[in-house]
């Protein structure tokens, strides 16, 4: 079940709460947790490995290893799934490996490879992502990337490019314009999609990001069929995240599908906070997520709870229907240890777990801060995500 996973920076899941997905929703909940609790990133060569075991309502078992590695100029990622088989063994269900290069100081090469086993347990290579990266000494940078797909006889063929360029139009103002091709029947490529981004960062280091999508209207022009407007402030502890979606209608109207709104704090001695709210097109509440983290030498304690709509009284306001709670240890030098569940909540009001996880991690420990009488400097403003295309 892909589900998006947390960057080094506390950033809280997005989590649709619909009736019929409540489980999904709250497994997703657990895996972002869970990638948030393996902490910071490293400098300079390392390697660690992370094993995790999850066990939910209705679905097999399954066991995640993820293993790292840097040396010089070279960073392999790996990503491994493994599923309990009929006889009560897990089995290789599908693998991901990222290989980085750093070429020099303005040139990246990322390959993606994929696997899938078969029937007679052999791993087979499914798909191949290319992407190179170039940044200009002005600072603009280009991003090409192509897909190829194995067919039946294990010939590859490339099924989709992609093109991304971003230039900066002054010193607070950068332009990302990009294109998706895919393969036709003719042999060549056909224009399937471009999006057009803008990022403005204003004099009190707000930033504000439009992302405009068009899709091809059949008679050889574009159509806008979709528009996000961002717009971020951080003060290096608090930070307001608010990101309305329009779609367009059948006349080509844009209407506001979708509002959300984020809102993360930290006080002085670490711990953070965060609730993010999620509004439908007519300003109605579909949910509410709370999450506090709080941190200390030995290990971390993270917690999360969703509320919805209470359908049955729309008045007494939006009730709890799910909670997560992860708690970390480090059990010793170079090692992590995590447990957690995530419950949902029945008509009865009663909690049930659906999800538990155990994980083990040989990542390094994230830094803690040396304690203080007074409180320290807010760290260093991070910058926000460069604008780029989606990797497929």
């Known amino acids: 079940m892909p589900c998006p996973t947390l960057p080094a920076r506390f950033v809280p899941s997005r989590i649709p709460l619909l009736a019929n997905s409540l489980l999904s929703a709250a497994l997703c909940l657990a895996t972002a947790v869970c990638a948030h609790a393996q902490g910071g990133s490293q400098t300079g060569d390392e390697s660690w490995t992370s094993t995790r075991e999850n066990s939910a309502l209705n679905i097999n078992p399954s066991?995640?290893?993820?293993?790292?590695?840097?040396?010089?100029?070279?960073?392999?990622?790996?990503?491994?799934?493994?599923?309990?088989?009929?006889?009560?063994?897990?089995?290789?269900?599908s693998e991901t490996e990222t290989e980085t290069v750093q070429v020099d100081g303005s040139t990246t090469r990322t390959v993606v490879r994929s696997y899938q086993w078969n029937e007679n347990g052999q791993r087979i290579l499914t798909q191949v992502t290319e992407e190179n990266s170039r940044t200009s000494a002005s600072g603009d940078t280009r991003v090409e990337r192509k897909t190829s797909n194995a067919d039946v006889n294990g010939n590859f063929r490339v099924v989709q490019r992609e093109v991304a360029d971003t230039r900066k139009l002054s010193s607070g103002a950068e332009e990302t314009k990009s294109s998706v091709y895919r393969a036709d029947s003719y042999g060549?490529?056909?224009?399937?999609?471009?999006?057009?981004?803008?990022?403005?960062?204003?004099?009190?280091?707000?930033?504000a990001v439009k992302k405009t999508t068009l899709l091809p209207d059949g008679n050889g022009s574009w159509k806008v069929s979709g528009v996000s407007e961002k717009t971020?402030?951080?003060?290096?502890?608090?930070?307001?995240?608010?990101?309305?979606?329009?779609?367009?209608?059948?006349?080509?109207?844009?209407?506001?599908?979708?509002?959300?709104?984020?809102?993360?704090?930290?006080?002085?001695?670490?711990?953070?906070?965060?609730?993010?709210?999620?509004?439908?097109?007519?300003?109605?509440?579909?949910?509410?997520?709370?999450?506090?983290q709080k941190k200390d030498s030995s290990g971390?304690?993270?917690?999360?709870?969703?509320?919805?709509?209470?359908?049955?009284?729309?008045?007494?306001?939006?009730?709890?229907?799910?909670?997560?709670?992860?708690?970390?240890?480090?059990?010793?030098?170079?090692?992590?240890?995590?447990?957690?569940?995530?419950?949902?909540?029945?008509?009865?009001?009663?909690?049930?777990?659906?999800?538990?996880?155990?994980?083990?991690?040989?990542?390094?420990?994230?830094?803690?801060?040396?304690?203080?009488?007074?409180?320290?400097p807010p760290p260093q403003k991070s910058d926000t995500p460069t604008p780029k295309t989606d990797k497929p």
């Open 63 to 93: 066991r995640t290893t993820e293993s790292h590695s840097k040396s010089g100029n070279r960073t392999v990622d790996k990503q491994k799934l493994e599923v309990l088989g009929p006889n009560g063994r897990y089995r290789p269900s």
């Open 300 to 376: 971390e304690i993270i917690e999360e709870k969703m509320e919805g709509p209470n359908l049955g009284n729309p008045t007494d306001g939006p009730k709890i229907t799910a909670r997560a709670k992860y708690v970390v240890k480090y059990a010793g030098p170079g090692t992590q240890q995590t447990t957690g569940t995530v419950e949902i909540r029945d008509a009865n009001g009663n909690y049930k777990v659906v999800s538990s996880d155990t994980q083990t991690s040989t990542q390094p420990r994230p830094a803690q801060p040396a304690p203080t009488q007074t409180q320290p």
């Open 188 to 207: 060549g490529f056909t224009a399937v999609g471009q999006t057009q981004e803008l990022k403005t960062r204003a004099a009190d280091d707000s930033v």
């Open 232 to 292: 971020i402030k951080d003060d290096g502890k608090n930070r307001t995240t608010e990101e309305r979606v329009s779609s367009a209608d059948l006349e080509g109207r844009l209407q506001e599908s979708s509002r959300t709104v984020a809102k993360e704090t930290e006080t002085p001695s670490g711990e953070k906070r965060s609730v993010v709210e999620t509004y439908d097109g007519s300003a109605q509440l579909n949910s509410r997520v709370t999450r506090t």
